[in-house]
Structures are given as C-alpha cells and as structure tokens.
C-alpha cells in the first residue's frame, strides 16, 4: 500500500491559535529569572555520577511565577495554528508542537526552536538582553510544508555542543 501524499491527506487552511507564543513566552521569563539570579542567590550544585543538580530556592518576598513578555521587545513573532477542519481528520495534531531551548550557536545563550503545524519551524538565536532574532532561513531548519509536532535538542557525540 502506498503512502498518501501529506498535502493530500489534509486540506492546511487557515486557523487561529496563540498557546505556542504563550508558551514561548512562559519559557523566556523562566530562564530570564533563573539567569538573573532573581531566586535569591547563587544556585549550590550537587554533584552525581554522570549528572548534576540544584535545589531552586522560592524567593521570601514578591510572588512566583511568570512575567509575559512582548513580541515587540523580543522580536520572537510565532504563533502555531490548526484549522478546525485539519483536527477533526487527525486528532493528534490537537496536541500541539514542540518547543526547545538550547544553545545552538554556541554563544553560551539559550536560543529557542518553535515547531509549526501550519507554518514553518523558526529558530530565534538569543542576542541577549531578551532580544531574539529569527535565523531560520540561514540555519536551514524551517521545515516548509511539514507538520512538525516535536523537537529535542540534545548534544550527542560528548563534545560539549548540540
């Protein structure tokens, strides 16, 4: 039996959603406290065979918790959609994309991966001071006309880069 083609298998019109960006935001605010210290302190490792670790203190005053951040100030423009039409032929696809955060150009910068069902994947290379730009094309990773749904990131030859 033959494969149908992708294009064949479901109509890609347009849709609406915004969890993606959301999510991304959520992400960087996450790191930005973490990388600012803002947890009180130096973070103590511990060191394991193979690993390491760090209890994350909770701050003693303020609230925890995540601080949206804007498109504008970011340059991070991604939003993932899914027509209706598209999820009632493939339920799977209501479970979203992937997003990854890693080093990718070894800047020692945390640079974020968007995985996209009706738009291409993004990679964002982190400028720092939270700006971001898109470096998708020259990377070569947007992956046009596919329906990505994950990503990992992972350095997997032990020579200290992804």
Not at 128 to 141: H, Q, R
């Amino acid at each position: 039996m033959r494969p149908r083609e992708p294009s064949k298998v479901a109509p890609k019109p347009g849709g609406k959603g915004g969890w993606c960006r959301a999510l991304c935001l959520a992400l960087c605010a996450a790191w930005w406290v973490l990388d600012a210290g803002l947890l009180g302190g130096d973070l103590v490792w511990q060191k394991e065979p193979g690993y390491r670790w760090a209890q994350l203190p909770v701050p003693e005053r303020g609230r925890t918790g995540f601080t949206r951040l804007n498109g504008q100030a970011t340059s991070i423009f991604f939003t993932n959609r899914l027509a209706n039409e598209r999820s009632i032929i493939n339920r799977n696809l209501l479970s979203g994309s992937g997003v990854a955060a890693g080093d990718v150009d070894g800047d020692g910068r945390c640079d974020l991966y968007f995985c996209g069902l009706e738009s291409q994947n993004t990679l964002f290379r982190n400028l720092g001071d939270w700006k971001f730009e898109d470096i998708t094309e020259s990377a070569g990773v947007g992956c046009p006309g596919q329906d990505s749904t994950g990503v990992v990131l992972a350095e997997i030859d032990g020579d200290g880069d992804l």
